[in-house]
């Protein structure tokens, strides 16, 4: 059974950074791996995706700017860093992987994923 949970979420004043952690509980080798969020009343929505090598990277057109994703496929984990927060990046950020081992394709919806981890509450006050 995977299981994947984020880690570095919290109350961050607007204009400052966070970086958050999902660490998975096996070998990611091979998968393709995600950042997503929720926010309040809004449906979860890609951020970025890592591909299986790491050379790969997709970013939601609002996220190119200030959003970073990352991996380390020894500790098993993928980062996200966040710069230059604001108060609409308020939500509750969630990691996925994906099921298919060394899958070329680097999806961005939610059902190109199918592990997920509890999500990290992140807030931004003004």
């Known amino acids: 059974q995977v299981q994947l949970v984020e880690s570095g979420g919290g109350l961050v004043q607007a204009g400052g950074s966070l970086r958050l952690s999902c660490g998975a509980s096996?070998?990611?080798?091979?998968?393709?791996l995600a950042w997503f969020r929720q926010a309040p009343g809004k449906e979860r929505d890609i951020v970025a995706a890592?591909?299986?090598?790491?050379?790969?990277?997709y970013y939601k057109d609002s996220a190119k700017d200030r959003f970073t994703i990352s991996r380390n496929n020894a500790k098993n984990t993928v980062y996200l860093q966040i710069d230059s927060l604001k108060p609409e990046d308020t939500a509750v950020y969630y990691c996925?992987?994906?099921?298919?081992?060394?899958?070329?394709?680097?999806?961005?919806?939610?059902?190109?994923?199918?592990?997920w981890g509890p999500g990290t509450q992140v807030t931004v006050s003004s």
């Open positions: 890592i591909s299986w090598i790491g050379g790969h990277t």
């Open positions: 096996g070998a990611i080798y091979g998968n393709n």
């Open positions: 996925a992987r994906d099921s298919n081992f060394g899958a070329s394709r680097l999806g961005f919806r939610l059902s190109d994923y199918e592990y």
